[in-house]
């Protein structure tokens, strides 16, 4: 199984960004999949999630601004970033949780790179 992000990019202060990941390869199904951010020197820590049927939730600091969705025709899911703020700035890691023949597999992409100017 591999994921495919893309869309980061720099962007000014309350501009938006909308990046998006795809997932590949061989597996029976897709469980929640989900956004994250770093920023070097801290941990890694979830933006937003959403499960198979829709269920979302955000980090405080998403919430308002920031909606995830996702395709489960496509294997795609997409975080639209609103009113963007330079504490934004991180690398952004998509995550998925892969149903194989072998079990549950838990799989991250490779990140990409939002930058928020002030």
């Known amino acids: 199984v591999q994921l495919q992000a893309s869309g980061g990019g720099l962007v000014q202060a309350g501009g938006s960004l909308r990046v998006s990941c795809a997932a590949s390869?061989?597996?029976?199904?897709?469980?929640?999949m989900s956004w994250h951010r770093q920023v070097p020197g801290k941990q890694r820590e979830l933006v937003a999630g959403?499960?198979?049927?829709?269920?979302?939730n955000y980090a405080d600091s998403a919430k308002g601004r920031f909606t995830i969705t996702r395709d489960n025709t496509k294997n795609t899911v997409d975080l639209q970033m609103n009113n963007l703020k330079p504490e934004d700035t991180a690398v952004y890691y998509c995550?998925?949780?892969?149903?194989?023949?072998?079990?549950?597999?838990?799989?991250w992409g490779q990140g990409t790179l939002v930058t928020v100017s002030s």
């Open positions: 959403i499960s198979p049927g829709g269920t979302t």
């Open positions: 390869g061989s597996f029976l199904g897709i469980n929640v």
């Open positions: 995550r998925v949780g892969a149903r194989t023949a072998r079990g549950l597999l838990d799989v």
